[in-house]
């Protein structure tokens, strides 16, 4: 099959984002009969797709676990990657090939991108699309903790996720300076959910969606620092002099958090991933505590930034003995860290304490978060333009002041860049924020899912109003009923 990037032509209004890596485009169309089936495992992917179709098109379909012809067929294949995903439309029959969930969203957001309605009918030209990532960490992350973010809300970010096929979904539940900033509920610790908590079965709600989607879900929690709910709710267990920091000395600190823990993956099942914070912390406020002291001196810790990484090291390995892989930010410091397991997972925001060259070079891998151009902030406000993020090289890493790319930190070992996250903090709710972080949120999963751009920006941007139209008529169909 042709490369999209060896064609001269873009069949404006026909091309899905991210690009495909393999394209073929005819101008004959069918109507597509309103059948969808699916193997019986992968049913739940079929009923996905036949809700999406429904919600932006009117479009009713029948989804049957028995083999057709026409209409829309999954196709399970076990020789293809996990989010590699194959699309053929042809002689009335649309046929996505997959061997996972995360595939079979793909093609099915390619189908739903590409697809036109007329008439009260639906059409498709016919295709045939091959495609799969470049890399693995395509993301997005919303701070809860301090927004007004509701179930649906939820529910839309996890809908751009699988529009623009983005693999994970990270949702801040923690944070400080606020003592009502913890979002989860707690069985153990039950002075910390705050009035408007997500309850246990919205928490299993938003498990369940973005499994039958094929996203993967990051719970976050924060510790040691930010975490003014722990040390204002319960200053006995995690002590309350070190102004929203947990001390180290407290007789139980170290089971209540492992408390937590357990409590996080009680409530997330499915997530491979375990993210506990980690950043941020000042050293300077244990160094003055008795209680830190005594800890340092009984455990042979020469320095309060030894106890930090000795606080990261036995956090994470609780997670570890989970199961789970832990993630972190950074923060912590050299001291200490040849301790810290390299089965920890750093996210590098703002190069300032390690930067991704020193974390690497130190053996870890790291996911791309950086301030310029990957956050958004709506309170100050900041961020950048969609165009600043399809310029952007998943390696580099830049100052959030940067004026341009010479103080850039570029790392080489790229096997260890999982990829990168988009930062929406100190939000408020969708209906604010939702058109910036759309925006950005398509061109990141174009810069990952192609690390070598296919196309200039502005062929991508034709091609990405032309699709995020149909998204956004959708979100308003839906809230209008």
């Avoid at 506990?276 to 160094?287: N, R, Y």
Wanted: charged share 25%; aromatic share 12%; with cysteine.
């Amino acid at each position: 099959m042709d490369r999209i990037n060896n064609q001269n032509v873009f069949y404006t209004g026909h091309m899905p984002v991210p690009f495909p890596k393999k394209y073929i485009f005819e101008e004959t169309d069918f109507r597509i009969i309103p059948i969808i089936t699916a193997p019986q495992e992968y049913l739940s992917s079929a009923t996905v797709l036949r809700d999406y179709l429904k919600r932006m098109y009117g479009f009713c379909a029948e989804v049957r676990n028995t083999d057709n012809d026409q209409g829309i067929r999954l196709v399970y294949d076990p020789s293809f990657e996990k989010e590699q995903y194959k699309v053929k439309s042809k002689d009335g029959l649309v046929e996505i090939t997959a061997s996972s969930a995360a595939g079979f969203s793909h093609g099915g957001s390619t189908v739903l991108q590409l697809a036109a309605h007329a008439d009260n009918d639906l059409y498709i030209h016919e295709y045939e699309i091959e495609d799969e990532p470049d890399l693995e960490w395509r993301g997005f992350m919303v701070d809860l903790a301090r927004g007004q973010y509701s179930l649906a809300d939820i529910q839309k970010y996890a809908d751009i996720c699988y529009y623009y096929r983005l693999g994970t979904l990270h949702l801040h539940f923690a944070d400080g300076p606020g003592t009502y900033m913890y979002y989860l509920p707690s069985k153990h610790f039950p002075n910390l959910n705050s009035a408007d908590k997500y309850t246990d079965q919205e928490i299993q709600y938003i498990n369940q969606y973005l499994v039958d989607r094929g996203i993967t879900l990051i719970p976050e929690i924060e510790m040691p620092g930010h975490a003014e709910p722990l040390t204002n709710k319960y200053p006995e267990i995690f002590g309350g002099n070190h102004s929203g920091q947990v001390c180290a000395g407290m007789p139980k600190v170290f089971d209540a958090l492992e408390t937590l823990i357990d409590e996080v993956c009680e409530l997330f099942p499915s997530t491979p991933y375990i993210h506990i914070g980690c950043d941020e912390v000042s050293a300077a406020k244990w160094e003055k505590c008795e209680h830190c002291c005594r800890f340092m001196e009984e455990n042979e810790l020469a320095s309060a930034g030894e106890l930090y990484s000795y606080m990261v090291n036995r956090c994470t390995r609780m997670v570890l003995a989970k199961g789970r892989t832990p993630i972190v930010w950074e923060g912590f410091p050299k001291e200490g860290t040849e301790d810290i397991s390299k089965d920890v997972i750093v996210m590098v925001f703002q190069s300032t304490y390690q930067n991704a060259k020193e974390l690497t070079d130190a053996g870890f891998r790291v996911i791309n978060t950086s301030w310029q151009p990957l956050y958004i902030v709506p309170s100050i406000p900041k961020y950048w333009q969609s165009e600043k993020i399809y310029d952007w090289e998943y390696k580099k890493w830049l100052y959030e002041n940067a004026v341009d790319d010479s103080e850039a930190i570029v790392v080489e070992k790229t096997e260890l860049v999982l990829g990168g996250e988009i930062c929406l903090w100190e939000g408020k709710d969708y209906q604010r924020d939702g058109d910036v972080v759309e925006n950005n949120m398509a061109a990141l999963a174009e810069r990952l899912w192609n690390r070598k751009p296919i196309a200039d920006y502005n062929s991508y941007a034709s091609e990405k109003n032309n699709v995020s139209e149909k998204l956004k008529q959708m979100f308003e169909k839906n809230t209008a009923e």
